[in-house]
């Protein structure tokens, strides 16, 4: 059993009987007294002022004040709440010096950090924010769960927090921008966020590399890492040595601990080593201050990321790209504003497309890259040009099947680039390269490299060479997208082709396992993955590539209710799949036996018993919905491979299939949706209204945010519009 674990056993070599490092464990312990005595003079003050009774709250989250909430359980809802929690720290903090007790030194700052943290809070109003950016401060759980799936997929390989003030600007930049372009998602505390926006390096949160503060705002990365244990793995609050176990074993985070030495920072330190982080420090210290494998001095700053991936158990394969720009994933979310770029291509002003094609081993020359046209240079600051990018594919296991697959990624490895932008796909691809970018030397040659050594890198069983061509000459763009336009169409119309009913094989993803242990994802051709990421073909296509991935086939065999899509093998394979723990799962219908959800969906699909229907809601609204909950609320409720009749996860796209909860009664059950959502799915959902009879205006039928957020409230604009919902068989 999970609360069984006993995860101070790791720890238990770490120190030969006798060296202790007394002095060491001194410095946490002044350090802890010190956060825990600040948290309850500011909590003292804060009860004066406001009195117990006042709410307290971090914004955008469902767990209240998330390192209590997920160490010990307690619900803190206002600052009376927070007194328990913080006497219980005081009483427990004992002043031997031994490494278990610097250890629960450490958990009592991150207690009391939490504390004065979410105190600070109550300043922070929409109108006057606490921070501003790129300052984060506290990172909500919509984010959190945005990133879930980079996570367990390891394309985000791990976290690191830095914290102090580094030596050297330009060399603590150097590191940190080495660990961006291997993807590590970053939380800077303390003057190293000054030092490195002094040297440019890209900060906030579209880059992944969260300045959370000074200080005591260290509490931010250890609660983002906390939650993400119980959304992904499904750790219930509370269970303090599972969720100590999780975070040591899957979220891959260290400290890098910067500068002098100061009492409260060693003791934020000790509370990461008790939930499993090493730390690893500028400073060169002597045996009375280190702990073999948990507190590392590496002074020098040229080796100072090896030894924290070393010392953590990372391990990263690195690929060389010839890019005179910072590439890795923490660029993926940069945008390149209008002001800010030097040139751009496709979108509205100019033509251009991109196409990956399959061809034969004499049509494809290994790394060659050619841009035939003018380049970059040939263009005012602020210019556009018409871009074709054709990628042409050897491999004596390509398919065509696997053509889109392979496409998709020219957006994300585009991304990948430090001021490079790319949004949409095929012919309707946007591009965009910053003045900087082209000021450090960027060119067109430069993201035929990119894409060249990333399929390589990427695809190893499938990709044997790569060529690139990038055509800039208008004509030559025009003539070629037409011919791209032919291999989309022939794609579109397989796919169309494709039904449920006409395949007998669906495919799991057990991607989200690692955060999510008893959720099985299952992919039709009318259902794409809830992560709204990967298609029936995707699944198909990554399964022939790697037989033995996230990806299996399952055959439609034992058929126990086609109506509401239930199959003996489905059963047998989910079970055996989740731990054991779910037996039955209905493929098309949300009200007994759903599919369960990870907690990297895009929506969520929701009864609303008022209105006899179903309402649904994106992760990027803010607001309330009619289910009384916001849509973090839901997500901490239904995701970690919960099965929750009456909710699930989906992808934005199934809203508009023609396998739209049928047993359900489909899309006439959608009452409610946010007006964003509804505006940016228009045409799919026009179109599935339409084939299903239920005509083209019935999108407005669909009450969202501008009527009201209440089931009873949006109620008489249902009636008014007519919607079908509300005359259909009733869901309960």
């Known amino acids: 059993m999970a609360g069984a674990i006993n995860f101070d056993r790791i720890f238990e070599d770490a120190i030969e009987p006798g060296k202790e490092p007394k002095r060491l464990f001194k410095e946490a312990y002044e350090g802890a007294v010190t956060a825990v005595s600040y948290a309850e003079i500011l909590l003292n003050q804060a009860i004066r002022r406001y009195g117990k009774d006042h709410p307290v709250a971090y914004p955008d989250t469902a767990y209240f004040l998330p390192v209590i909430r997920c160490l010990s359980g307690e619900e803190i809802k206002t600052l009376g709440d927070c007194l328990t929690p913080l006497n ?19 958990e009592a700052a991150w207690y009391a950090a939490d504390i004065i ?58 590191v940190v921008n080495k660990l961006m372009e291997m993807g590590f998602m970053l939380f800077l505390c303390d003057e190293v966020c000054e030092q490195l926006l002094e040297e440019g390096v890209k900060l906030g949160a579209e880059f992944i590399a969260y300045p959370v503060g000074n200080f005591t705002q260290v509490a931010h990365a250890a609660n983002y890492a906390l939650r993400a244990g119980m959304m992904f793995g499904g750790i219930p609050a509370g269970l303090r040595d599972a969720q100590r176990d999780y975070q040591r074993r899957r979220i891959q985070a260290f400290v890098l601990y910067l500068g002098e030495h100061d009492m409260v920072k060693t003791a934020a330190a000790m509370g990461a080593i008790n939930v499993g982080f090493p730390v690893i420090t500028d400073q060169p210290l002597p045996e009375d201050k280190q702990i073999k494998d948990w507190f590392v001095s590496e002074p020098d700053y040229d080796k100072i990321v090896q030894t924290c991936l070393e010392v953590r158990g990372i391990k990263i ?24 770029m030097y040139v751009e291509f496709g979108g509205t002003r100019t033509t251009g497309f991109e196409l ?46 696997f053509e889109p697959v392979l496409e998709r990624r ?31 030397g960027f060119r067109l040659k430069h993201i035929g490299n990119i894409l060249s050594a990333k399929f390589k890198a990427e695809f190893p069983a499938i990709v044997d060479r790569v060529q690139v061509t990038i055509y800039t000459d208008e004509q030559k763009v025009q003539e070629l997208k037409e011919m ?82 239930q199959w003996e093998s489905f059963n047998d394979f989910i079970y055996k799949n989740s731990q054991r723990s779910i037996t039955n799962v209905n493929f098309y219908t949300i009200m007994e036996y759903p599919m369960t959800s990870c907690g990297c969906f895009e929506c969520i699909l929701s009864i609303v018993p008022e ?11 803010r607001g309330m919905t009619p289910s009384g909950m916001s849509f973090s609320t839901m997500a901490g409720m239904i995701g970690g491979g919960a099965q929750m009749p009456g909710f699930m996860g989906i992808g934005k796209s199934y809203l508009g299939s023609r396998k739209f909860v049928p047993a359900d009664g489909g899309l006439a059950r959608l009452v409610w949706m946010p007006k964003a959502l509804k505006e940016q ?11 299903a009879g239920l005509g083209k205006n019935f999108v407005d039928k669909i009450a969202d945010e501008t009527v009201s957020a209440s089931g009873e409230e949006i109620l008489p604009f249902l009636e008014e519009k007519g919607h079908p919902a509300l005359v259909m068989e009733p869901l309960i």
């Not at 394969?317 to 800010?340: M, Q, W």
């Open 356 to 401: 990956v094609r399959t061809v034969g081993a004499d049509e494809c020359e290994d790394g060659k890259v050619e841009v035939a046209g003018s380049d970059v240079d040939t263009v005012e600051p602020g210019g556009a040009m018409p871009i074709g990018i054709v990628v042409n594919v050897y491999g004596r296991k390509m398919q065509e099947d």
């Open 410 to 440: 020219i957006h994300y490895f585009c991304n990948y680039g430090e001021g490079l932008w790319h949004v949409a796909q095929r012919d309707i691809m946007w591009v965009r390269i910053s003045k900087d970018a082209f000021a450090k």
């Open 611 to 621: 209105c006899n229907g179903f309402m649904v809601v994106n992760r990027e609204h």
């Open 484 to 565: 791209a336009r032919g291999y989309y169409k022939k794609r579109d119309d397989r796919l169309k082709q494709l039904r449920d009913e006409t395949v007998n094989t669906f495919y799991s993803c057990l991607l989200c396992q690692s955060f999510a242990p008893t959720h099985v994802c299952v992919i039709a051709p009318e259902r794409v993955g809830l992560c709204g990421a990967v298609s029936w073909l995707d699944a198909k296509a990554a399964f022939e590539i790697n037989p033995h991935g996230v990806n299996q086939p399952i055959l439609k065999e034992g058929v126990i209710d086609e109506v509401k899509g």
């Open 317 to 340: 394969t690195t690929v060389d790209i010839d890019a005179p720009i910072t590439i890795g994933p923490a660029f993926e979310g940069e945008s390149v504003r209008k002001k800010d």
């Open 117 to 174: 943290e979410a105190v600070r809070y109550l300043r922070h109003t929409p109108e006057n924010p606490l921070h501003v950016p790129p300052w984060t401060g506290f990172i909500g759980d919509p984010v959190v769960r945005s990133y879930g799936t980079k996570m367990v997929d390891w394309t985000i390989p791990g976290e690191a927090v830095i914290l102090g003030r580094a030596k050297n600007s330009k060399a603590i930049a150097r």
């Open 681 to 691: 799915l228009r045409s799919a959902l026009e179109e599935a209204a339409e084939d």
């Open 88 to 106: 219980r720290q005081r009483m427990l903090m004992r002043e031997e010096k031994t490494f278990a007790n610097a250890r629960q030194w450490g």
